[in-house]
C-alpha cells in the first residue's frame, strides 16, 4: 500500500472520530439544557411574562377609560358647580380658596351687566330656580305691607341672553366690557282691590314693556346700566327709564354682597295711569281722592343690598333689601301723600337651586 493511500484513510478515521464525538455532545446537551420546540410544547417563559405585562397595562388602560366615562357621565346627568362664587375652575388641591379673587372673571365680560343676582352667581350657572317670602308694600307708595311668595328665575345662554325679574336683556352689540341690545319686561297688574286706599280708581292691566339697554363694567368691581322701556298693548303704556350703580363689595368662597344705587324716571301716560287721579275717579271713590294731575318726572331714588350664600352643592340662599324714596311731583299723589308713605322698604330672601349645562 502506498504512503499516500495510509495518509488518506488515517484522515478519513480522523473525520469520523472528530463527528462521532460531536454527535455524543450535542446529544447530552439536548439532555442537559433541552429546548423545546413552541409550536409542540407552547410558549417559553420570557414569552408568558411579556404577555403578563402586556394583560397588565390593558387592563390599567381599560380602568382609565372607565373612570373618565363615569366623570363625564355625571357631568351630564347630575351637574357640579365649583364651590366658589366666582371665578373659573380651579384646581382645588393646588388652590388656596381663602381671599379668592374678587374680579368679575376673564371669561365672562358680560357678569354684572344685568342685575345684582346676575352679579354675584357662579359664572358656570346657566339655569337657577328659586322661591321665597317677601314682605313688601301692597302697592308702590303704600303704607302697609304684607307677606307674598316671590318666586326667582335666573336664566344665562352662551352669555347673550339673560332673564331674571328684572327682565329679559339681549346683548347684540358689544365691545370689550360694553353692551346693548333689546330689552323686555313684564309688569304685573295693580288692582284696585288690592288696597281700600285705591278704590275708584280702576285696575292697571299686566304690562309687556319692551326697549333697550346698555351697560358695561369697570375697575373688575362696578356695573353700570340703563334700560328704557315703553308700555305696549295693555297697562300703562307709558314710558320707564331705570338706571343703577351696582358695586362687588365683599367676596369669599362662602359668602358674597353687592350693593346698589338706582333711579327711575316716568313719562306723563305712565305717571297717569299708577298716580294721577281724574275727576271720574275722584267721584268714584266718594270725593276721598282728590283730583290730581301727575306729571313726567323722577318717580323714585333707592338702594338695595343683596347677598349671596353658598350653603351647599348647587344651593345658595339669597337675602336682600331695597329701600325707595317716592321723590318730587309724584309723592303729591293722594294715594301716597294722604294714604301712603314716601319711604319704601322691601325685605325678602330666595332659596335657590342652581344648574349647570354645557353647550356645544
Known amino acids: 500500500m502506498s504512503r499516500d493511500s495510509r495518509i488518506s484513510r488515517l484522515l478519513v478515521a480522523a473525520g469520523l472520530s472528530i463527528g462521532a464525538l460531536c454527535g455524543q455532545?450535542?446529544?447530552?446537551?439536548?439532555?442537559?439544557?433541552?429546548?423545546?420546540?413552541?409550536?409542540?410544547?407552547?410558549?417559553?417563559?420570557?414569552e408568558r411574562l411579556?404577555?403578563?405585562?402586556?394583560?397588565?397595562?390593558?387592563?390599567?388602560?381599560?380602568?382609565?377609560?372607565?373612570?373618565?366615562?363615569?366623570?363625564?357621565g355625571q357631568k351630564l346627568d347630575e351637574p357640579r358647580l365649583n364651590p366658589l362664587v366666582f371665578g373659573p375652575p380651579i384646581d382645588e388641591e393646588n388652590e388656596d380658596l381663602t381671599g379668592a379673587r374678587i374680579t368679575l372673571g376673564e371669561e365672562d365680560g358680560n357678569r354684572g351687566f344685568f342685575s345684582a343676582f346676575n352679579f354675584l352667581v357662579p359664572e358656570e350657572t346657566n339655569l337657577s330656580l328659586g322661591v321665597g317670602p317677601v314682605y313688601e308694600p301692597d302697592y308702590f307708595g303704600s303704607d302697609d305691607y304684607e307677606f307674598n311668595p316671590d318666586p326667582q328665575l335666573y336664566v344665562k345662554f352662551k352669555n347673550f341672553v339673560f332673564l331674571d325679574d328684572a327682565g329679559a336683556d339681549i346683548a347684540l352689540f358689544g365691545f370689550s366690557r360694553f353692551r346693548a341690545g333689546p330689552t323686555a319686561r313684564i309688569r304685573k297688574r295693580r288692582d284696585q282691590d288690592d288696597n281700600p286706599d285705591l278704590f275708584g280708581l280702576g285696575d292697571v292691566g299686566t304690562t309687556f314693556e319692551f326697549g333697550g339697554f346698555a351697560a358695561t363694567t369697570f375697575l373688575n368691581r362696578f356695573a353700570v346700566k340703563a334700560k328704557v322701556r315703553h308700555g305696549i298693548k295693555t297697562g300703562h303704556r307709558g314710558t320707564i327709564v331705570d338706571g343703577q350703580l351696582t358695586a362687588l363689595l365683599f367676596r369669599s368662597d362662602l359668602f358674597s354682597l353687592s350693593a346698589t344705587a338706582q333711579a327711575s324716571w316716568v313719562g306723563n301716560r305712565y305717571a297717569d295711569a299708577y298716580f294721577s287721579v281724574t275727576p271720574a275717579q275722584s267721584a268714584r271713590s266718594g270725593g276721598r281722592l282728590e283730583v290730581f294731575d301727575a306729571d313726567a318726572g323722577f318717580r323714585d331714588l333707592g338702594v338695595s343690598a343683596t347677598g349671596y350664600v353658598n350653603i351647599g352643592d348647587r344651593w345658595s340662599l339669597?337675602?336682600?333689601?331695597?329701600?325707595?324714596?317716592?321723590?318730587?311731583?309724584?309723592?303729591?299723589?293722594?294715594?301716597?301723600?294722604?294714604?301712603?308713605?314716601?319711604?319704601?322698604?322691601?325685605?325678602?330672601?330666595?332659596?335657590m337651586r342652581e344648574f349647570e349645562f354645557k353647550s356645544r
Request: proline fraction near 5%.
Open 50 to 72: 411579556e404577555k403578563i405585562r402586556q394583560e397588565r397595562e390593558r387592563r390599567e388602560e381599560a380602568l382609565l377609560i372607565s373612570a373618565e366615562q363615569e366623570r363625564d
Open 25 to 46: 455532545a450535542l446529544a447530552q446537551q439536548e439532555i442537559d439544557e433541552p429546548r423545546l420546540s413552541p409550536m409542540l410544547f407552547g410558549e417559553t417563559e420570557k
Open 318 to 351: 339669597n337675602p336682600y333689601a331695597t329701600y325707595s324714596y317716592v321723590y318730587g311731583d309724584i309723592a303729591k299723589t293722594p294715594i301716597i301723600a294722604q294714604f301712603g308713605n314716601r319711604d319704601q322698604f322691601t325685605v325678602g330672601f330666595h332659596l
